[in-house]
């Protein structure tokens, strides 16, 4: 009963996460993005590589991450020297931060360092 609960009240506020992904294939090139599930979303990146080199370096938890991405893609633009569709070139410690910001309407974030 209890773990209903908690899956409906899941779904209710999109619970996910934005990440940032690095492959050194492209030096000083993350990838920033949001994801309900974190570990499928990184598999889906290693298919496309024989090396598996793909790796979370960083992520949090978003009580609301579909919400959340427009203001991730905004926040990051302006600090970016670079940009592909969802890959930035940033430095990663700047990625972070911006990633942070974008989780202080909602709260504390919880940091998962993979």
């Not at 690095?22 to 993005?33: H, R, S």
């Not at 290693?46 to 959340?68: F, G, M, N």
Request: charged share 30%.
């Amino acid at each position: 009963m209890v773990s209903r609960i908690y899956k409906q009240l899941e779904i209710s506020l999109n619970i996910g996460y934005l990440y940032i992904i690095e492959n050194d294939a492209y030096p000083g090139w993350v990838k920033i993005g949001t994801t309900g599930n974190l570990k499928k979303r990184l598999q889906t990146y290693q298919t496309s590589t024989p090396y598996r080199d793909y790796r979370i370096v960083y992520s949090l938890e978003h009580p609301e991450y579909k919400l959340a991405e427009r203001r991730l893609r905004e926040t990051m633009e302006p600090f970016c020297s670079d940009r592909k569709r969802e890959w930035y070139k940033i430095d990663l410690e700047m990625a972070k931060s911006r990633l942070d910001e974008v989780l202080e309407c909602w709260g504390e974030p919880l940091v998962y360092l993979l």
